[in-house]
């Protein structure tokens, strides 16, 4: 699977949003991770379509956007409409029922879909919708703030998630979030996981970064 980094700017300076876009584009990352919270699935707010409007004018990368939202199925319209090219949404915040419904939706306006789970869920329970996704965005910290600690317990869901994913001819990235930097980046890249969200070890550097080296440090790894 092709590695990818996708920088969040959950961790940029937003009074500097475009040198931080343009920074993005500079080190050759290909995707733009936006996580939309709503302070009800999540214990924080974030920012909603008008950013995401603002990013789509400026960029041409893939906007990566994380749902960290309740009923989202009501909302994908909405951000379809403001340029998002992944949608995410939690496993967690909506029924069976609306979970299909939500996935053939994001399908129908011919976006990727992406479903997420929590650190405390099986990833057993979402291997019933693998075969209608294209990533799994597996948290490796509690959904809600940036800055935390990588949770090392993560790893073995990895894993396995990735050997289902393998065993069932599955083409499907899998995606990580939560304190992944130029070391912990390389244990998912190990354990399967090939798309990598950066939020203060990409934007709290003051150096250039390159795309190309932090996606080394995981491939050689394995």
Not at 131 to 159: A, R
Request: glycine share 6%; proline share 3%.
């Amino acid at each position: 699977m092709e590695k990818i980094l996708s920088p969040s700017i959950l961790a940029c300076d937003f009074l500097n949003l475009g040198k931080e876009i343009k920074k993005v584009e500079l080190s050759g990352a290909k995707y733009i991770h936006i996580d939309v919270m709503d302070g009800v699935f999540v214990p924080n707010i974030s920012f909603g379509m008008p950013i995401i409007s603002s990013v789509r004018k400026i960029t041409n990368l893939v906007l990566d956007v994380h749902l960290m939202i309740t009923d989202p199925y009501r909302y994908i319209d909405e951000f379809v409409k403001c340029g998002a090219d992944i949608i995410t949404f939690h496993y967690e915040s909506e029924t069976h029922e609306n979970i299909k419904k939500t996935i053939e939706l994001i399908k129908k306006h011919n976006k990727k879909v992406g479903i997420s789970v929590k650190p405390g869920t099986d990833i057993e329970e979402i291997y019933k919708y693998l075969y209608d996704v294209d990533m799994v965005l597996v948290m490796t910290v509690e959904p809600g703030f940036g800055g935390q600690s990588f949770n090392y317990d993560m790893i073995d869901k990895i894993e396995k998630l990735r050997k289902y994913i393998t065993s069932h001819n599955l083409n499907i990235d899998i995606e990580v979030d939560g304190g992944i930097n130029d070391k912990t980046i390389q244990l998912v890249s190990k354990a399967g996981a090939n798309v990598f969200v950066l939020g203060t070890a990409f934007f709290g550097s003051k150096e250039n970064i390159s795309a190309e080296d932090i996606l080394k440090k995981a491939i050689n790894n394995e």
